[in-house]
């Protein structure tokens, strides 16, 4: 193993272990370093490392902390990783989207309370058929994230978040190469959201996925 590695691990195993909690500052250098046996240039690649991850929070002049680890924060590094990819890995994202959302729908259906479905609600009759392409797509994006986090369910809620936000791109593209797709989004927002507040999670969980799976459709015909 790596000597970065190593103090990776035993950076993250003081966080696992509770020697560490989110918001604390690691010791000085000096002292950490000979707390875990470690050289201090390995030590100062590992907290780059986890700074880059969100991990670890580098505050010029005041120190090197805990952050928040909260999911949203750590799953930053997923969203810029995955922009990264072509069309052909985009397919693969939508596959696991599908099933993440679908699941969320199915969840939000048994657990969204009325503040949750009020602000879908909102959402949804927020955008209209004359909307362009680029409001569609935040008002897509924020009904999506509104299912998520009436689950309850902040990791679920986090991923879903950090992999909607890398199909931007295909919805645009879907958009403006269909004429009925406004039309067809928000009339499946509607259906999904009727499924959710009516507490039938098979019926939300299967219009869900036919609603990702009309963008995986569409992109691999444009492959």
Do not use: C
């Not at 560490?20 to 000096?30: S, V, W």
């Not at 986890?50 to 909260?70: C, F, K, P």
């Amino acid at each position: 193993m790596a000597v970065t590695d190593e103090a990776i691990l035993k950076i993250k195993e003081m966080i696992i272990q509770g020697a560490l909690a989110p918001g604390d500052r690691l010791p000085p250098e000096k002292e950490l370093s000979e707390r875990l046996g470690l050289s201090r240039s390995s030590l100062r690649e590992a907290v780059k490392a986890l700074e880059v991850i969100r991990v670890l929070d580098v505050r010029r002049g005041d120190g090197t902390y805990v952050t928040s680890l909260e999911p949203r924060l750590l799953l930053e590094a997923m969203s810029f990783v995955v922009d990264l990819h072509d069309d052909q890995s985009v397919l693969e994202i939508l596959a696991v989207r599908r099933v993440l959302e679908a699941h969320a729908s199915a969840l939000a259906a048994r657990h969204a309370g009325p503040d949750d479905l009020e602000h879908l609600r909102e959402v949804v009759e927020s955008v209209d058929r004359a909307a362009d392409v680029e409001s569609l797509v935040a008002h897509d994006l924020e009904f999506h994230r509104g299912i998520a986090e009436s689950t309850g369910n902040a990791y679920l809620a986090s991923l879903i978040d950090s992999l909607s936000s890398h199909t931007v791109r295909a919805r645009i593209w879907r958009g403006i190469t269909q004429e009925v797709a406004v039309d067809r989004t928000l009339a499946e927002h509607h259906q999904i959201l009727d499924a959710i507040a009516a507490g039938d999670a098979d019926l939300a969980h299967a219009l869900t996925v036919v609603h990702v799976s009309g963008v995986e459709q569409w992109l691999r015909s444009a492959l």
